[in-house]
Each structure stands twice: as structure tokens, then as C-alpha cells.
């Protein structure tokens, strides 16, 4: 465990010595508007902003932990794109998405943002909790542009730019835990394993399933990881000796692969849960299909995308056609999610004369009812909640349209009402 703590306090201090450089670096550089010039219509229009176009980035991961969901929302994002506009755009202008791909590498993270800030509106996109938090002061101090991230860490919460869409990781985690107590048999006494990354997607995570536990009388026994550990047999050996009855993950697909396959293969064979980014259907075709097939769930913070609403059925037919290659998974859902709420906000920027990032910041806080079509309806009306406590819990099942079942439909459990993210 010393070496673990070490690794992620110099994980917290490579990020915080690459803020201040990033902070350095960018205070004397031009920019590309300055909210002032206003176009024929008398629209204001700022960085990222011209004219004709509208520019977003897209801070991805397709070549680290989470490759598989990266490409995918990242896809998802760019159909989206292309369908507005073949539409005619937003506000006369046609969107642009411009994708730098980190590979879950925090130096790679902020070089990419560094580059991408002057020249975007906001981010569609960007993936990694303790990327997010590393660039938080300069997106609240003097950067200011709406990022919508593909992380759900309570720690992102209170920025009125980086807008957290669904549950957070501990309210997740509350609901998956309560999933376990209800329908697989957990009860007061037991013990809950919890195997985490190290920083503020785990630790967020664990924060949620202790409160569970205190609630439902369970002893949580932790496990933490790095990223970069991919096989869980010494985790799941020092569980098993532990004796616990069921386990949570909060890591990536490869993890609960790994968790789960090792698991069922030395006799553990008890009801695993993770978060929404521990799985990606392409893993169903591996060794360890069978065994997630029948030890394994995970909570989302939306429908899958196999789900049968309008919105779902379309876009499986628009993503097929665009990507006839590509496994459907419910990256899809999370990059088309974020992308429609980004391009409401610039439809209600545009109507308020204003396409400025304070604009669309301002736009966004008038989105209390948004409904991106898979089941959940999110409130971006206050920056210090999240926009949905709900939980969705799904089963791998390579039977089903992208590989996921939902088996028990959007609910708040009892202990996330009453929790404080």
C-alpha cells in the first residue's frame, strides 16, 4: 500500500506542476475573440466563435484504459456533428469538433487542453475524473469554457463550467450497492469488497459505497489499483480470504474483465457490480464472457444502447450505418448525450444573442428538464449537483442489441436521497 500512496501523491504532483505551467504558458497568449465582436445578427461571439463556424473540442482516450468507450464517444460525437450540420448548423454556423486523443496520460491530458483553449467554445468531451480536476482552476479562473466531461466525480461539482451529466461516482455507487442488498442477497453483516482506482474516480466511488455500507450494516474491505494494473488476482485472492459476498469495481473494462474472469476461475463466485465505465461490451468476447454474463452488472447513469426509446433505435441505425464495423456500447449514449446537451445550449446562446462562453454557460443553467431520449431527464439548472441521482442497473448479454440488458430501470435508492455528493 506505500508504494500505491506514493505513486498517487506523484501522480497529484506531476498534475498540479503541469496546472502551473499550463497556467504560465497560457497568460500571455492571444486569444482568439474577447466576447466583444458581435457578427450581422448582432450575435456576441467569443473564442471559438466565427462568423461560420462553431468550434468544440474533444479530449479523448483512444489508445489507454479506456480506448474501446473513447472511440465510441468520440464517434458518437462526430455523427452528431455531421447530422446538425447537414441541418443547416446552429446559428448559421456549422459546428466543428476537433479530437486529441491523451491515451489517459495526464501529461498528454493537459498539453492537449493547452492547445485546444484558445481555439474552442467548450468541450464535448474529455474523459478522466483527475484530468478534469487538474484543469478546474484554470477552467473557473480565467479560461471559462463549458466543459461537459466524460467523468462523474463528485469533486468536479460546484463549477459553473464543468457540468457533471448523471449521477456522480458515489451516488452511483450508492445505488449499485443497494441493487446488491435488494436483489442478490447482500445483508448486515456481510462484507463488501471494493476494488478502486487510486484518485478521484475510485476514492470518489469509495466514498459512496462506505456510506452504503454504514446504512446497510456491511464492512467494506478495499482494494486499491493503478490504472495500469490489468490483472486482479491478487486482488481478488486477498478477497476471497476476507470472505466477502459480493464486490464493487470501480476501474476500467480490462479490471472487471480481469476481476470477474479470475474470480469465477478460483471458486469466488459471487455478484460483482461496477460503475458505469467498468465495462465495454466488446469484453463479452473474450475468455471472461461467460463469466460476466452471470456474475456481473453495472450501474449507468442512462439507458443502454440497445434500449427501446425512439432516440436509442435511431441512433443504433445512424451509428451503424456511419461505423458498420464498430460494436455497439454505451460510450455511444454518453458522447450523443453529452453532444445534444452542448448543442441545446448553443441553440438557446444563439437565441439570447450570445454565443460568448459566458453565453453558453448562462444557456445551459436554463436546462432544468433536458431529455437526451435514454430515460433519464437532466436538471443543469444548479452547478453544485449533479444532473440526475438516477441509476440505470444493466447485465451483459451478448444476446441483446450492444451486448446490455437493463434489469432494473432508473431509480434513486433510500441513502442517495438523503446524500450529500
Known amino acids: 500500500m506505500t508504494h500505491r500512496r506514493q505513486a498517487a501523491r506523484g501522480l497529484a504532483a506531476a498534475l498540479a506542476a503541469l496546472v502551473a505551467l499550463t497556467a504560465a504558458g497560457c497568460s500571455s497568449k492571444a486569444k482568439t475573440g474577447d466576447g466583444k465582436q458581435t457578427d ?7 473564442e471559438g466563435v466565427t462568423d461560420k463556424a462553431i468550434s468544440l473540442g474533444a479530449l479523448t482516450d483512444m489508445t489507454g484504459v479506456y480506448a474501446t468507450l473513447g472511440k465510441s464517444v468520440t464517434q458518437a ?41 484558445p481555439k474552442v467554445v467548450g468541450y464535448a468531451q474529455f474523459i478522466g475524473s483527475p484530468f478534469v480536476a487538474a484543469v478546474k482552476p484554470l477552467v473557473d479562473g480565467k479560461d471559462k469554457g463549458l466543459v461537459l466531461p466524460q467523468a462523474w466525480s463528485a469533486s468536479l461539482l460546484g463549477s459553473p463550467y464543468i457540468r457533471v451529466l448523471g449521477a456522480t461516482y458515489d451516488v452511483e455507487t450508492i445505488n449499485a450497492v443497494d441493487f446488491l442488498v435488494k436483489e442478490k442477497g447482500l445483508k448486515s453483516g456481510d462484507k463488501l469488497g471494493h476494488v478502486y482506482f487510486e484518485g478521484d474516480y475510485g476514492e470518489n466511488a469509495l466514498k459512496g459505497s462506505k456510506h452504503a455500507a454504514e446504512a446497510a450494516g456491511l464492512t467494506v474491505v478495499e482494494q486499491k489499483i493503478k490504472p495500469t494494473d490489468n490483472d486482479m488476482s491478487a486482488q481478488v485472492a486477498a478477497l476471497k480470504q476476507a470472505g466477502v459476498k459480493a464486490i464493487v469495481i470501480s476501474a476500467g473494462p480490462r479490471q472487471a474483465a480481469s476481476l470477474v474472469g479470475v474470480a469465477a476461475a478460483t471458486g469466488l463466485k459471487v455478484p460483482v457490480v461496477g460503475n458505469n465505465s467498468a465495462f465495454a461490451p466488446q469484453l463479452l468476447g473474450t475468455q471472461a464472457g461467460p463469466a460476466l454474463e452471470k456474475m456481473y452488472w453495472f450501474a449507468s447513469p442512462s439507458l443502454p444502447i440497445g434500449a427501446d426509446t425512439p432516440t436509442a433505435k435511431k441512433l443504433v441505425a445512424d451509428y451503424k450505418a456511419a461505423y458498420p464495423s464498430d460494436t455497439l456500447d454505451n460510450g455511444i449514449v454518453a458522447g450523443w448525450t453529452a453532444a445534444s446537451v452542448f448543442g441545446e445550449a448553443l441553440k438557446k446562446a444563439c437565441a439570447e444573442k450570445d454565443l460568448t462562453r459566458e453565453g453558453v454557460g448562462k444557456a445551459l443553467l436554463t436546462m432544468t428538464a433536458h431529455d437526451a431520449g435514454f430515460g433519464m431527464s437532466h436538471d443543469l439548472g444548479d452547478p453544485k449537483a449533479p444532473s440526475s441521482r438516477e441509476s440505470v442497473i444493466i447485465q451483459p448479454d451478448k444476446s441483446v442489441p450492444g451486448g ?15 446524500y450529500t455528493p
Open 40 to 46: 450581422a445578427g448582432g450575435v456576441k461571439t467569443g
Open 77 to 117: 460525437q462526430q455523427l452528431y456533428v455531421k447530422q446538425v450540420n447537414a441541418a443547416g448548423g446552429i446559428c448559421g454556423r456549422q459546428l466543428e469538433l476537433t479530437v486529441r486523443d491523451h491515451g489517459y496520460d495526464p501529461q498528454k491530458a493537459l498539453a492537449a487542453y493547452t492547445e485546444l483553449e
Open 404 to 418: 446490455m440488458r437493463t434489469v432494473r430501470p432508473p431509480f434513486v435508492s433510500d441513502a442517495a436521497k438523503s
